[in-house]
């Protein structure tokens, strides 16, 4: 079982910077992946990006290429979602996933095995 618990949306301004973490806790996986994803009113939750926990191997999807970054503490367990040049489009409740064994970082939905409680980042313009 894995838990996993989101910290740092708020509320920006466009331009603005936000850092988003989700710590992991209980089981480790060797082949483990964290994903991000976003999902803003009356839309379908999208992936953000994700990384491959062994290697920090990332990606993103195109409308945050270049803007956001994501990273991982190998010793507290933890993922990290950097976005900067944040725009009101941004706006949305945005969830940690964690799928237990990958080759490479899913982007649907349903390959994740635990997900986050969301945490709510709002761009104002």
């Known amino acids: 079982q894995v838990q996993l618990v989101e910290s740092g949306g708020g509320v920006v301004q466009a331009g603005d910077s936000l850092r988003l973490s989700c710590a992991a806790s209980?089981?480790?996986?060797?082949?483990?992946?964290m994903g991000w994803f976003r999902q803003a009113p009356g839309k379908e939750r999208e992936f953000v990006g994700g990384i491959r926990w062994k290697d920090s191997n990332a990606i993103y999807a195109d409308s945050v290429k270049g803007r956001f970054t994501i990273s991982r503490d190998n010793a507290k367990n933890t993922a990290y979602l950097q976005m900067n040049s944040l725009k009101p489009d941004d706006t949305a409740v945005y969830y940690c996933?964690?799928?237990?064994?990958?080759?490479?970082?899913?982007?649907?939905?349903?390959?994740?095995?635990?997900w986050g409680q969301g945490t709510q980042v709002t761009v104002s313009s």
């Open positions: 209980g089981r480790t996986f060797s082949n483990q992946a």
């Open positions: 996933a964690f799928d237990r064994s990958v080759l490479f970082v899913p982007a649907r939905v349903s390959a994740y095995d635990y």
